[in-house]
């Protein structure tokens, strides 16, 4: 559905390109197609590289896309990159160049865009990169800055956070060509790394007080917006479903395994926390120039960004990874598990007395 205000949007945009100078010549660069995964997994890669730069070749297909987000069945009118909340992770080295292709299929009722965060130029691409269905547009940028970054569709005005908090967002991953180091010059590595994109949801609800469902965005966004500008999510969900990340879809690990989160939340802030662990090292603003925190118990994600903290499993068992605020974990659904493999040390925590019933003649 095109409405008068996107395309005349969409008329700007298209007199900002005709007045952009020609496309350059291909650079004299290597390549390499990147096949993406989706999240919470992430696409092979090089930690740290002694190769010269790449064009990373990327493609992200927009698809509209009704999904149930909860376990009462509820029906959600997304916008995604690719079928996933989020888009998938995309991780290239600073130095260079990402070359995307966005798609927008003929199936689909809206124009889209791509802003990434971790790109310099006016609204991060999203000028170039305007496209209604049946479209498709090849972007590239070079990636200057290291750091995790949010990349989401802007299409102008109200559209933009209509389809940022429909799912349309991701993360980009600029790894240092050396790889993370802990800001004194020691390396670090992982030994897997797991993606978790938040997202807060406004589902409209009838007379009765139950959720509503729609047979496309366009009918879905009036009662949509009604509901974003009390600013009360009805769900906060990590990777697009209440319970997407626990249960049979918990994320593994083995004890003595360093694991890199990477966290984004492109609206909201968000304090991710790891029950019975921490942050070993913590890039809470996400940008790996800058050295790690370390130790955290609680890190805060700004809305609009993305963060990366690495931790070293000592103990098996089930660890919930939650944002610390725990109405939104507990209540609308923010909740992840990792399910962690390995031998039980009675030295970090061991239970010294069972349960057992208060001695009789005891105080208390």
Avoid at 7 to 14: D, E, K, Q, T, V
Avoid at 45 to 53: F, L, R, S, V, W
Avoid at 117 to 146: C, D, F, M, Y
Avoid at 227 to 250: C, D, S
């Amino acid at each position: 559905m095109l409405t008068r205000r996107t395309a005349m949007f969409s008329a700007a945009i298209a007199a900002m390109m005709l007045a952009a100078p020609a496309v350059a010549e291909d650079l004299k660069l290597p390549r390499q197609k990147v096949d993406l995964v989706a999240p919470p997994f992430v696409h092979a890669h090089e930690q740290a590289t002694k190769q010269g730069p790449k064009i990373m070749e990327f493609k992200l297909v927009v698809q509209e896309k009704k999904m149930v987000i909860d376990e009462k069945g509820t029906t959600f009118q997304a916008m995604t990159f690719n079928g996933s909340m989020p888009g998938p992770l995309m991780v290239v080295h600073e130095g260079d160049y990402v070359e995307l292709t966005l798609v927008n299929p003929a199936t689909n009722t809206m124009p889209h865009n791509i802003d990434f965060h971790s790109a310099t130029g006016a609204l991060g691409g999203g000028a170039l990169t305007l496209i209604n269905p049946g479209e498709q547009v090849v972007l590239r940028w070079k990636a200057t800055r290291t750091g995790v970054f949010v990349y989401h569709c802007a299409p102008g005005g109200p559209m933009i956070p209509w389809h940022v908090v429909s799912g349309m967002n991701g993360a980009v991953m600029v790894l240092p060509r050396d790889g993370l180091n802990d800001g004194r010059g020691h390396a670090l590595r992982y030994d897997r790394v797991y993606y978790i994109g938040e997202q807060d949801l406004y589902v409209p609800r009838d007379e009765k007080g139950n959720f509503k469902s729609y047979d496309s965005p366009g009918e879905a966004y009036t009662d949509t917006e009604e509901v974003m500008r009390k600013l009360i999510p009805t769900h906060v969900v990590f990777n697009g479903k209440v319970g997407a990340l626990t249960g049979k879809n918990a994320l593994t690990a083995n004890v003595g395994e360093n694991v890199l989160i990477v966290h984004s939340q492109a609206n909201r802030d968000s304090r991710p926390h790891l029950i019975g662990g921490h942050g070993d090292y913590v890039w809470e603003t996400g940008k790996f120039s800058n050295a790690p925190e370390t130790g955290l118990e609680t890190w805060f994600i700004r809305g609009g960004s993305a963060g990366a903290a690495l931790y070293k499993f000592l103990q098996p068992g089930i660890y919930a990874y939650v944002t610390h605020n725990l109405i939104e974990a507990a209540n609308l659904g923010a909740t992840a598990h990792f399910k962690v493999e390995g031998k039980w040390n009675d030295d970090l925590m061991t239970q010294v007395k069972a349960p057992a019933d208060i001695p009789a003649g005891s105080t208390n």
